[in-house]
T-cell receptor, first 114, second 115 residues
Framework: GNSVTQMEGPVTLSEEAFLTINCTYT??????LFWYVQYPGEGLQLLLK?????DKGSNKGFEATYRKETTSFHLEKGSVQVSDSAVYFC?????????????FGRGTQLTVWP | GAGVSQSPSNKVTEKGKDVELRCDPI?????LYWYRQSLGQGLEFLIY????????KSGLPSDRFSAERTGGSVSTLTIQRTQQEDSAVYLC?????????????FGSGTQLSVL
């Protein structure tokens, strides 16, 4: 079946610290992988995605590389800001599944202090 | 509209009552999804509409849950005889419906509390 496991939160960092949020998956077929972010009081929004092995998704200083050999899609940022405080969700869409249907992890709360 | 709109933003109800949650998708989006986010859990897929096709209801947890989409636009999720375990944030999302890897646009959700 399809599932996503991401690291438990909450994660608390100081501004300019390095961020890693781990995400691993199981999937039938060849999934596409996503990171969504939910800022306080807002809806989820796509942060980045990768559609095939070794692809790197990037946006707003965040990066994640699709690693088929380790079935992982870890989110990284070299220097976090207070404005990055949010809940981050790893997700997959397994080809052949419902168009657009995403399987989500439980989310990781990130808090960045100035 | 500018984004996906959901109403109400908060709903408190008594156990056994019926509730209706509304979603207005982005204009022109043919695909519409409902997800549920329970405390400490990930997002659970509930139902999916795509154009005029029969909806994929495979994620609905029981027959107390139903959803409809009128005129290919607004959708209503109905929960009958609510139970305390139905308490969650109900999220609606829409997309253009053109590809399997497209971005979903989410509303801010309806926080449902069943007392």
């Amino acid at each position: 079946g399809n599932s996503v496991t991401q690291m438990e939160g909450p994660v608390t960092l100081s501004e300019e610290a390095f961020l890693t949020i781990n995400c691993t998956y199981t999937a039938t077929g060849y999934p596409s992988l996503f990171w969504y972010v939910q800022y306080p009081g807002e809806g989820l929004q796509l942060l980045l995605k990768a559609t095939k092995a070794d692809d790197k998704g990037s946006n707003k200083g965040f990066e994640a590389t699709y690693r088929k050999e380790t079935t992982s899609f870890h989110l990284e940022k070299g220097s976090v800001q207070v404005s990055d405080s949010a809940v981050y969700f790893c997700a997959l869409n397994s080809r052949g599944s419902t168009l657009g249907r995403l399987y989500f992890g439980r989310g990781t709360q990130l808090t960045v202090w100035p | 509209g500018a984004g996906v709109s959901q109403s109400p933003s908060n709903k408190v109800t008594e156990k056994g009552k019926d509730v209706e949650l509304r979603c207005d998708p982005i204009s022109g989006h043919t695909a519409l999804y409902w997800y549920r986010q329970s405390l400490g859990q990930g997002l659970e897929f509930l139902i999916y509409f795509q154009g005029n096709s029969a909806p994929d209801k495979s994620g609905l947890p029981s027959d107390r849950f139903s959803a409809e989409r009128t005129g290919g636009s607004v959708s209503t999720l109905t929960i009958q005889r609510t139970q305390q375990e139905d308490s969650a944030v109900y999220l609606c999302a829409s997309s253009s419906g053109r590809s399997t890897n497209e971005k979903l646009f989410f509303g801010s959700g309806t926080q449902l509390s069943v007392l």
